[in-house]
């Protein structure tokens, strides 16, 4: 996870930098200003949709992420009420057979005549 962490934190100061620098030569370019704001509305628009897009596909991975950890929880869940099942099953015949145990008059009691 720290590599990704990493990796995240280069692009973005790669993305700023490179936007810094985009910045900084439209306003020493040898143009004038009419030009250079017609290119700065030109690239802000073009970096508008650019961004656009990006935040479309994040939010249909978000999307497709969540979906998935969905579908997984609810298998978890399935597999948890089985496994409690099963659990509640053998609980429930060791208590039986803890109770058919007690029951049985013991060897010793029986060969006495005293009961249990």
Same mark, same amino acid.
């Given at each position: 996870?720290?590599?990704?962490?990493?990796?995240?934190?280069?692009?973005?100061?790669?993305?700023?930098?490179?936007?810094?620098?985009?910045?900084?030569?439209?306003?020493?370019?040898?143009?004038?200003?009419?030009?250079?704001?017609?290119?700065?509305?030109?690239?802000?628009? %073009?970096? !508008?949709?650019? &961004?656009?897009?990006?935040?479309? *596909? +994040?939010? /249909? #991975? $978000? @999307?497709?992420? =969540?979906? %998935?950890? !969905?579908?997984? &929880?609810?298998?978890?869940?399935? *597999? +948890?009420? /089985? #496994? $409690? @099942?099963?659990? =509640?099953? %053998?609980? !429930?015949?060791?208590?039986?057979?803890?109770?058919?145990?007690?029951?049985?008059?013991?060897?010793?009691?029986?060969?006495?005549?005293?009961?249990?």
């Amino acid at each position: 996870m720290s590599d990704r962490d990493e990796f995240g934190a280069f692009l973005v100061g790669f993305i700023v930098g490179g936007l810094s620098g985009a910045i900084v030569a439209l306003l020493f370019a040898p143009q004038s200003g009419e030009e250079t704001r017609a290119l700065i509305k030109d690239k802000s628009i %073009e970096l !508008r949709d650019r &961004a656009q897009v990006t935040a479309e *596909e +994040a939010l /249909a #991975r $978000a @999307e497709q992420v =969540a979906a %998935e950890a !969905r579908t997984r &929880a609810d298998e978890l869940a399935k *597999e +948890a009420r /089985a #496994r $409690a @099942e099963d659990l =509640a099953n %053998e609980v !429930r015949e060791r208590g039986k057979s803890a109770v058919e145990a007690v029951r049985k008059p013991r060897k010793s009691d029986t060969e006495t005549g005293t009961a249990a």
